[in-house]
């Protein structure tokens, strides 16, 4: 007879190869025919590869390569673009003679 932790381990595993296929299988292949995660991007290579419309979305890409991986899993590529965009705006306003518009 089989403990609960002996029974626990088929099943994770299981959970573990599932995710692993979805990941490098079926999501790029999702990814190339233009669908994408409903929730948010995640900051994983099948997903970073592929482009979404944003702009200056390759030097976005660009300093998400600089960020420590433990730190990636915990945010989305939204989030990046977002905030590379405020700093983008508020960089352009400091380079302006009156400042930004308020």
Do not use: H
Not at 10 to 20: D, F, V
Not at 44 to 53: A, D, E, L, T, V
């Amino acid at each position: 007879m089989k403990t609960n932790a002996e029974a626990a381990l088929p099943a994770r595993l299981i959970r573990y190869i599932k995710r692993r296929l979805e990941l490098y299988l079926v999501d790029p292949l999702l990814l190339r025919r233009g669908l994408r995660p409903a929730g948010y991007i995640p900051l994983k290579p099948p997903y970073i590869n592929q482009r979404f419309g944003y702009d200056e979305e390759d030097r976005i890409k660009e300093a998400i390569s600089l960020i420590d991986p433990y730190s990636m899993s915990m945010s989305s590529f939204e989030r990046m673009a977002s905030l590379w965009q405020q700093v983008r705006y508020l960089t352009r306003c400091r380079r302006t003679p009156r400042g930004c518009p308020r």
